[in-house]
C-alpha cells in the first residue's frame, strides 16, 4: 500500500520576472511503513515538496492521495484539518517554543484538537517515556542539549498520532551520534507502524532509510528502493 501518491505536482513562487518554478511536476510514492529519504541539491525543491505533502502549502498543479484518498487542497479550512489530523513534522532547528516547558510544548497540537486535559497528559507522558526524556518533561527548551531538543520535536510531531511523519533536515543540526539516535528512534516508530519522510543531505541517513527519492531542478530524476 502507498501511504502517499505523488502526480505531477508543480509549485512557482513570485511572479513575471520574478518567477522560481520550484516544483516542475514532480512523480512519486512513498509506501507505507517504510522510511524514504528525499535527497538532491540545494534549491532542488526538497523543502517545498515536503511541504505540500504536509499541508502547509498547496500546489499550483498536480495533486496527491493519502492512504488511497484524494487530499483536497482548495481551502485552508481543508488543508489545516489534513495537517493537523494526518500528519507530524519535524524541522532542523526543533521549533520549540522557548516559553513553553517540555510538556506545554508536546502538548500543544493535542490542545488545538480539544482532547481532555488528563488525556493530553497521559498521551504526552507516554510519549517523551517512549523517546526517553520523561525526566526532562519540565525543563525549558534552552535547558537541553540539541539531541534532547530534536526528541521533544519528534515527541510533539507524534504525540498526535500521524501515520505520516515529515522531516526536513532532521539531523542537520546535529553530530554524527546523536543524528544516529535520531534515526534509530524513526526506526522504532517505522516498525511501530508509521511512515517517515525524510529530506537530507546526508549520505548516511538515506543510507539507513528503505527508498531514496533524489530530485533535481524540480523533478523526481530517480527513485531507489
Ligand atoms: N517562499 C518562497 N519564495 C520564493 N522562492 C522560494 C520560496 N521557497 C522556495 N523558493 C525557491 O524554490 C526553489 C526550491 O526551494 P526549496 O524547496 O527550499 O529547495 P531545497 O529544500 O531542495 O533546498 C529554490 O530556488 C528556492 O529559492
Ligand atoms: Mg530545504
Do not use: W
Not at 6 to 31: E, H, P, S, Y
Not at 67 to 77: E, F, K, L, M, Q
Not at 82 to 104: K, P, W
Amino acid at each position: 500500500m502507498n501511504i502517499l501518491e505523488i502526480n505531477n505536482i508543480k509549485k512557482t513562487f513570485g511572479k513575471k520576472d520574478a518567477a522560481v518554478q520550484a516544483l516542475r511536476g514532480v512523480n512519486a510514492v512513498v509506501r507505507e511503513n517504510t522510511m524514504t529519504a528525499i535527497m538532491g541539491k540545494s534549491g532542488s525543491g526538497k523543502s517545498t515538496l515536503l511541504n505540500i505533502l504536509g499541508g502547509l502549502m498547496a500546489a499550483d498543479e498536480g495533486s496527491f492521495t493519502y492512504a488511497g484518498s484524494p487530499v483536497d487542497t482548495s481551502s485552508n479550512r481543508k488543508l489545516r484539518k489534513y495537517r493537523r489530523d494526518q500528519v507530524g513534522f519535524v524541522v532542523q532547528y526543533f521549533a520549540l517554543i522557548d516559553d513553553l516547558n517540555v510538556f506545554e510544548n508536546v502538548a500543544l497540537s493535542l490542545r488545538y484538537q480539544g482532547i481532555p486535559r488528563r488525556e493530553i497528559k497521559r498521551r504526552v507522558k507516554e510519549t517523551l517515556k517512549l523517546l526517553g526524556i520523561e525526566s526532562k518533561i519540565k525543563a525549558y527548551p534552552n535547558e537541553l542539549s540539541g539531541g534532547q531538543q530534536q526528541r521533544v520535536a519528534i515527541a510533539r510531531a507524534i504525540v498526535k498520532k500521524p501515520k505520516l511523519i515529515l522531516a526536513d533536515e532532521p539531523t542537520g543540526a546535529l553530530d554524527v551520534k546523536t543524528s544516529a539516535e535520531v534515526m534509530d528512534i524513526f526506526r522504532q516508530l517505522t516498525d511501530a507502524g508509521n511512515t517517515i519522510v525524510i529530506v537530507t543531505h546526508d549520505p548516511k541517513v538515506a543510507e539507513a532509510c528503505d527508498e531514496v527519492i533524489v530530485m533535481e531542478d524540480g523533478k523526481v530524476v530517480e527513485q531507489v528502493s
